[in-house]
């Protein structure tokens, strides 16, 4: 088994050679931003509550307020939150090969904020608005989120009066299609796959690394622990995004 230090050598030499790289990425990828993953346990206002059981199309319509407002919570939490190093280190990267893609589990948007230029966002984003029943799509300027504390009612949609929701995938929703779509296309096609801070446990987002693998590419696994994934991919560096990415850019840049 390689040392940490030799899996980033051995990131950093697969990345020199590669001309289209995908960088897929979940909730571990902002924990060092100071956003909470979906397992760890929920802090402050909503510790009591299971989000698997707020992210739900069902939870909206029993209680469209509780749901809006964890939504208005989740997105005070991220405009605090600043891309930690491992987000510019993926920035530079774009420098360095002809095709950077980022695929996103993440409703964050933290990858944008840092300057990605290349985002296919899975799952959606906090910053995005749809009808519930119409899906007429409304941005955020239209929707008041107030500071996350208070208990906020979703503003009617203007077309056909139903609440409006986060244009985010809830849990038994299908992914929306033209994501989707680019997200296998990029994936069938790249060199290398840096997977981090996923548990690999959500599909079909977890499909991606098994059709790149397929298809010949390189996966690169990056999060402290291991995963179901873990036996799978070529190079697997033990460590966390906003440490290991850094290192590994630095080393292919040399
Ligand atoms: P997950 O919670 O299932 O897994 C997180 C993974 O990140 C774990 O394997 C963990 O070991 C790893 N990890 C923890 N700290 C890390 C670090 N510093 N660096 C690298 N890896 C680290 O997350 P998932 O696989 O993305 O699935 C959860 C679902 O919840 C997704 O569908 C996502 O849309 C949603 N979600 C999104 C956010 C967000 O936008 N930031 C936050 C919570 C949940
Ligand atoms: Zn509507």
Redesign the pocket.
Known sequence: MRTVDESVQAAAEALRGAQRVVAA????????SG??????AQTGLWAQFD?EALATEHAFRQDPARVFSWYAWRRKL?ADAKPHA?YTALVTLESLVSQMTVIT????G?HRRAGATDVIE??GA?DRFICVDCRHPFLSDCVPMGDGTASLEPPPCEQCGAAIRPA??WFGEALPEAAQTAAWHVAASCDVMMV???????YP?AYLPRIAGDAGATIIE????A?DLTPAVDIACL????T?LPQIIEAAEA
Do not use: K, W, Y
């Open positions: 990425t979940g909730a571990g990828m902002s924990r060092e956003i909470p993953t979906f397992r760890e989000p991220v491992g589990q993440n409703v964050d933290l899975l799952h906090l985010v995938v981090i801070g996923t548990s690999s446990l959500v987002a990056i999060n402290p622990e995963t460590g966390a995004a906003g290991i």
